[in-house]
């Protein structure tokens, strides 16, 4: 695809640094944890449940009380207004109020004068439990019947009967894990009394406003009496969109009974037992298709294990649905989707939010399909590509209009020198009857924007002081992607400003207010934009007075290098901004964004819910060793597009991160279950994700040559999350190297996360002994 040459800008487009990169790799930024504490601050630390499923009959909490340097002990009893702190759904209990739904589930709370103190007086508690029957897996749930929100249908067509008529049908089970989100900071709140009765909290948040409206419930008090406020956090991932609620509820509500400053920080062996996770799916399908690979139909059921509580477990489950297609046309097609409750922590927001889970499937039925009609998997996923109409509609009625995908697939295919290297695998794997290598290229689409269309907007604040420098308050997030540094590149380039003359502020619900989470990959389309209008206003203001100053059209007034001009007429910035003030001119301005186009209709799951797709391709080359099941990841090629990127440096890494998490969820990070409801994988100890040396020395990130067709910002595209999904391309290179050990036509059953235990099974599975 041809696109424009990108036009010439001073700050947008450039790869800076990002604005805290020499605070973090020295030690200086500060995280809530960070901060300085007050005089007099309490810890705060969790009693938690060690059954499964239950009732709790009785809690002696004496010894507790009796501790010296215990201030303050709460239980469900002591909550008096608001008592849940579900997202959605007032189904998720602060405290547990009686029935324990998992095991870990926080029954009280308590403030001492130390961390210390606080952690062993939550060990001397007494419980009793009258256990039930627990559900701890998807099988068991779905056994039951048990469903945390009724199950969903989504289709088009007439699928039974194209499967009826294809030229070929094939069946399959498939499951994919979930994830925990292991970010470095974790969750933590402090909770400050005011003296007018109000609450100063600071949390390590994606959703300053959500836990602004949650706290205010929980101590009965009107939203303006809290004020929320987040710097920065040390990863986030999903894991603190709507997660961090709980801690931030007891944090002020052990402050409000107290009367003194409250911190909450969770051990990271109990961060993990008691947060959610990656919703992990099992599948069952049944695909007709023809000679070429091409889909006819597709029936698909997707069972998702939800947790014990709905959380954001509605929007994930149908974002999941949306991106069953993945970069493929499904003429017809019946989704079948099981949301079922288990005796687990409630799953949530995860990078990708659902969408991985679906490209999961699809991917993994076109994979079955060329098995068993013994070709390239690369040849059946182009015979399924999006295409012109009518092969350009979505299952839910959304045209795709900007689909670049087979122009980067034939580029990456091109420069990765795929079909060459797939030759030379196949030879080395004829001569090697123990190390198999693989190869896969696999394809990215991905909706951006929020599926919630009313979360599709944003605020900014601009403030222009009289030396000429500018503030910027908006309601993002800056976990470590680079939100705040391209919010700056874009307020500098709009005001003609150097960079350092433009400072980003913390995110404050005091300034900003009613903001969506920095979430689906939209926080720099969104704030960005509402950042850009702000100082865009203050800018048509002052080319106005300009243009009065030197009578000049305003039109000509130019904003370039801290200069204001218009033919020989030159002011530096600065004294412009003077000028403006000694004319009683508003030097600050609110700037708000609303994502235009999309629409979408729960009820007949049909419209438009996303601006745009942002696409990209990885091609992943892999050795099995089949004595051990181990592999090894050799090269990773990734052509990403990423519109008129912002700022490349940032896409980059967040290119490459988001890859190795994705690669993480698909071959090692595996979560497991004791028989009795207890998470088993609670630490670094058990739970392994990818180090450095899990890179492959080759690793290539090329972003493609393309402007985004929607004006967005700066016609840029979203990063944040469609790169983890490239990561598949890992998991079918396994499954790749895998068929080389399988009778011709012979599918491979390998369950994903793809860990050693997985492809030993897989081997097992298709017959295959090396050596043999």
């Given at each position: 695809?041809?696109?424009?040459?990108?036009?010439?800008?001073?700050?947008?487009?450039?790869?800076?640094?990002?604005?805290?990169?020499?605070?973090?790799?020295?030690?200086?930024?500060?995280?809530?944890?960070?901060?300085?504490?007050?005089?007099?601050?309490?810890?705060?630390?969790?009693?938690?449940?060690?059954?499964?499923?239950?009732?709790?009959?009785?809690?002696?909490?004496?010894?507790?009380?009796?501790?010296?340097?215990?201030?303050?002990?709460?239980?469900?009893?002591?909550?008096?207004?608001?008592?849940?702190?579900?997202?959605?759904?007032?189904?998720?209990?602060?405290?547990?109020?009686?029935?324990?739904?998992?095991?870990?589930?926080?029954?009280?709370?308590?403030?001492?004068?130390?961390?210390?103190?606080?952690?062993?007086?939550?060990?001397?508690?007494?419980?009793?439990?009258?256990?039930?029957?627990?559900?701890?897996?998807?099988?068991?749930?779905?056994?039951?019947?048990?469903?945390?929100?009724?199950?969903?249908?989504?289709?088009?067509?007439?699928?039974?009967?194209?499967?009826?008529?294809?030229?070929?049908?094939?069946?399959?089970?498939?499951?994919?894990?979930?994830?925990?989100?292991?970010?470095?900071?974790?969750?933590?709140?402090?909770?400050?009394?005011?003296?007018?009765?109000?609450?100063?909290?600071?949390?390590?948040?994606?959703?300053?406003?959500?836990?602004?409206?949650?706290?205010?419930?929980?101590?009965?008090?009107?939203?303006?009496?809290?004020?929320?406020?987040?710097?920065?956090?040390?990863?986030?991932?999903?894991?603190?969109?709507?997660?961090?609620?709980?801690?931030?509820?007891?944090?002020?509500?052990?402050?409000?009974?107290?009367?003194?400053?409250?911190?909450?920080?969770?051990?990271?062996?109990?961060?993990?037992?008691?947060?959610?996770?990656?919703?992990?799916?099992?599948?069952?399908?049944?695909?007709?298709?023809?000679?070429?690979?091409?889909?006819?139909?597709?029936?698909?059921?997707?069972?998702?294990?939800?947790?014990?509580?709905?959380?954001?477990?509605?929007?994930?489950?149908?974002?999941?649905?949306?991106?069953?297609?993945?970069?493929?046309?499904?003429?017809?097609?019946?989704?079948?989707?099981?949301?079922?409750?288990?005796?687990?922590?409630?799953?949530?927001?995860?990078?990708?939010?659902?969408?991985?889970?679906?490209?999961?499937?699809?991917?993994?039925?076109?994979?079955?399909?060329?098995?068993?009609?013994?070709?390239?998997?690369?040849?059946?996923?182009?015979?399924?590509?999006?295409?012109?109409?009518?092969?350009?509609?979505?299952?839910?009625?959304?045209?795709?209009?900007?689909?670049?995908?087979?122009?980067?697939?034939?580029?990456?295919?091109?420069?990765?020198?795929?079909?060459?290297?797939?030759?030379?695998?196949?030879?080395?794997?004829?001569?090697?009857?123990?190390?198999?290598?693989?190869?896969?290229?696999?394809?990215?689409?991905?909706?951006?924007?929020?599926?919630?269309?009313?979360?599709?907007?944003?605020?900014?604040?601009?403030?222009?002081?009289?030396?000429?420098?500018?503030?910027?308050?908006?309601?993002?997030?800056?976990?470590?992607?680079?939100?705040?540094?391209?919010?700056?590149?874009?307020v500098a380039e709009e005001l003609g400003l150097p960079?350092?003359?433009?400072?980003?502020?913390?995110?404050?619900?005091?300034?900003?207010?009613?903001?969506?989470?920095?979430?689906?990959?939209?926080?720099?389309?969104?704030?960005?934009?509402?950042?850009?209008?702000?100082?865009?206003a203050i800018r048509t203001r002052l080319a106005a007075?300009?243009?009065?100053?030197?009578?000049?059209?305003?039109?000509?007034?130019?904003?370039?290098?801290?200069?204001?001009?218009?033919?020989?007429?030159?002011?530096?910035?600065?004294?412009?901004?003077?000028?403006?003030?000694?004319?009683?001119?508003?030097?600050?301005?609110?700037?708000?964004?609303?994502?235009?186009?999309?629409?979408?209709?729960?009820?007949?799951?049909?419209?438009?819910?996303?601006?745009?797709?942002?696409?990209?391709?990885?091609?992943?080359?892999?050795a099995v060793d089949t004595l051990s099941g181990a592999?090894?990841?050799?090269?990773?090629?990734?052509?990403?597009?990423?519109?008129?990127?912002?700022?490349?440096?940032?896409?980059?890494?967040?290119?490459?991160?988001?890859?190795?998490?994705?690669?993480?969820?698909?071959?090692?990070?595996?979560?497991?279950?004791?028989?009795?409801?207890?998470?088993?994988?609670?630490?670094?100890?058990?739970?392994?994700?990818?180090?450095?040396?899990?890179?492959?020395?080759?690793?290539?990130?090329?972003?493609?040559?393309?402007?985004?067709?929607?004006?967005?910002?700066?016609?840029?595209?979203?990063?944040?999350?469609?790169?983890?999904?490239?990561?598949?391309?890992?998991?079918?290179?396994?499954?790749?190297?895998?068929?080389?050990?399988?009778?011709?036509?012979?599918?491979?059953?390998?369950?994903?996360?793809?860990?050693?235990?997985?492809?030993?099974?897989?081997?097992?599975?298709?017959?295959?002994?090396?050596?043999?």
């Open positions: 695809m041809s696109t424009p040459p990108p036009p010439a800008h001073d700050h947008v487009g450039l790869p800076y640094a990002h604005d805290s990169a020499r605070l973090h790799v020295t030690g200086r930024a500060r995280y809530t944890d960070d901060l300085p504490e007050l005089p007099g601050t309490l810890h705060a630390a969790l009693g938690c449940a060690e059954v499964a499923h239950g009732r709790l009959s009785a809690l002696d909490l004496d010894t507790v009380r009796q501790l010296p340097g215990v201030r303050a002990v709460l239980t469900a009893a002591d909550l008096c207004h608001g008592t849940s702190c579900g997202p959605i759904e007032p189904d998720d209990p602060i405290l547990c109020a009686g029935e324990v739904s998992f095991f870990g589930q926080p029954l009280f709370a308590v403030a001492a004068d130390s961390v210390e103190i606080a952690r062993r007086a939550v060990r001397l508690a007494w419980a009793e439990y009258e256990t039930q029957p627990a559900h701890l897996d998807i099988a068991s749930a779905r056994a039951a019947a048990d469903y945390v929100l009724p199950p969903v249908e989504m289709q088009r067509g007439d699928a039974a009967a194209a499967l009826q008529q294809a030229p070929h049908r094939l069946q399959g089970q498939l499951s994919v894990g979930g994830q925990e989100h292991f970010y470095l900071e974790g969750q933590v709140s402090y909770a400050v009394p005011r003296d007018d009765g109000g609450l100063q909290l600071y949390c390590s948040t994606q959703h300053p406003s959500e836990m602004q409206q949650l706290v205010a419930e929980a101590l009965g008090l009107p939203a303006h009496a809290v004020t929320v406020e987040c710097r920065r956090i040390g990863g986030g991932f999903g894991g603190k969109e709507t997660q961090s609620a709980q801690w931030a509820c007891l944090a002020a509500l052990l402050a409000q009974r107290t009367g003194r400053p409250v911190k909450l920080r969770l051990d990271r062996d109990v961060d993990i037992a008691v947060t959610g996770k990656r919703h992990d799916f099992a599948y069952d399908y049944d695909a007709g298709f023809d000679d070429s690979g091409r889909l006819h139909g597709l029936e698909l059921t997707l069972a998702a294990r939800c947790g014990h509580s709905a959380d954001l477990s509605g929007p994930v489950n149908d974002r999941a649905l949306f991106h069953v297609d993945n970069a493929y046309y499904l003429d017809a097609v019946t989704l079948h989707n099981l949301r079922l409750r288990t005796h687990t922590v409630s799953n949530t927001a995860f990078r990708g939010f659902g969408g991985p889970q679906g490209m999961f499937a699809i991917e993994s039925v076109l994979d079955d399909i060329a098995r068993t009609l013994q070709c390239d998997p690369l040849v059946v996923r182009r015979a399924n590509f999006y295409g012109a109409a009518p092969r350009d509609t979505t299952h839910y009625g959304m045209t795709v209009a900007d689909n670049v995908l087979p122009e980067l697939v034939d580029q990456l295919e091109r420069d990765s020198h795929y079909p060459e290297r797939r030759h030379a695998i196949a030879a080395f794997n004829a001569a090697s009857p123990v190390l198999k290598r693989g190869l896969a290229l696999t394809p990215v689409k991905f909706g951006i924007a929020f599926t919630a269309t009313h979360y599709n907007q944003a605020g900014a604040l601009a403030h222009v002081y009289l030396d000429g420098s500018v503030l910027v308050s908006h309601g993002g997030i800056e976990m470590g992607q680079g939100l705040h540094i391209k919010v700056q590149q874009v960079l350092e003359r433009v400072r980003i502020g913390a995110t404050d619900t005091a300034k900003v207010p009613n903001t969506s989470a920095s979430a689906a990959s939209s926080s720099a389309d969104l704030n960005g934009q509402a950042a850009r209008q702000a100082a865009g007075l300009f243009a009065v100053l030197y009578g000049c059209h305003a039109a000509t007034v130019e904003f370039k290098g801290g200069q204001v001009c218009s033919g020989e007429h030159r002011l530096d910035f600065s004294e412009l901004v003077t000028l403006a003030y000694r004319r009683r001119l508003p030097l600050w301005e609110a700037g708000f964004y609303r994502t235009p186009k999309i629409h979408y209709d729960a009820d007949t799951r049909q419209g438009r819910p996303f601006y745009y797709f942002a696409y990209g391709a990885a091609v992943s080359e892999v592999t090894r990841l050799l090269a990773v090629d990734i052509l990403h597009d990423v519109g008129r990127s912002l700022n490349p440096a940032i896409d980059r890494g967040q290119i490459e991160g988001g890859f190795v998490q994705g690669m993480g969820w698909l071959t090692s990070e595996e979560l497991c279950w004791q028989p009795d409801g207890r998470l088993a994988t609670h630490a670094p100890s058990t739970y392994k994700i990818p180090t450095a040396y899990d890179v492959p020395e080759h690793f290539t990130v090329t972003l493609f040559d393309n402007a985004n067709i929607e004006e967005g910002l700066h016609h840029s595209k979203a990063v944040g999350e469609p790169p983890l999904m490239l990561a598949l391309s890992v998991f079918f290179a396994i499954r790749d190297a895998l068929g080389y050990c399988a009778a011709p036509g012979q599918r491979v059953p390998l369950a994903a996360p793809a860990t050693p235990q997985a492809v030993l099974d897989a081997l097992d599975a298709i017959g295959y002994r090396p050596g043999a």
